[in-house]
């Protein structure tokens, strides 16, 4: 179902015009050392517009289960200068795009796929687009690691009636 969506989304749907922006955004990021980050991140979201269907964003340090550059304070500060300078009119352009698509039932998938764009293109720096069930795994992760922090407190291994 996915291929069919990422086939609709391109050919009638023009979804490749979002990812030949984004592929551009990289060129231009490209061209000093200081906008390397950001290339690297808008690559990432040129490949995810162009086949948004059966694919998340999750951070890289949730997927990995270790810090890394894009996900620690200098991921912070290239995450908040990219929604100042390009985050925040990419997005609106997504949402414009969205409820363009809304309109209709039949846009709705892809109404859908540019309201994930829109949240992608806010803060992409330490961000990795995987496969869905990758992304199922990794939120799975975390829900057990989360039972598993609950199930070690004390209050928690009490029995019910003792509360």
Request: charged share 10%; aromatic share 10%; hydrophobic share 55%.
């Amino acid at each position: 179902m996915a291929l069919l969506l990422n086939i609709l989304w391109n050919v009638p749907g023009l979804g490749f015009i979002p990812a030949l922006f984004w592929l551009l955004a990289a060129a231009i990021m490209a061209l000093t050392v200081i906008g390397l980050p950001w290339a690297r991140a808008c690559l990432m979201l040129a490949g995810y517009s162009f086949m948004p269907f059966g694919r998340r964003l999750v951070s890289l340090e949730e997927l990995t289960g270790a810090p890394s550059v894009g996900t620690g304070p200098l991921g912070t500060v290239a995450n908040v200068l990219w929604f100042v300078l390009a985050g925040i009119w990419l997005c609106l352009t997504h949402l414009t795009a969205a409820a363009a698509c809304a309109v209709t039932i039949i846009g709705l998938p892809f109404a859908w796929a540019h309201l994930k764009l829109a949240a992608a293109s806010l803060f992409p720096v330490g961000k990795r687009v995987v496969p869905n069930d990758v992304a199922d795994a990794v939120e799975l992760g975390q829900g057990r690691l989360g039972l598993d922090r609950l199930r070690s407190r004390p209050w928690a291994s009490r029995p019910r009636e003792n509360r």
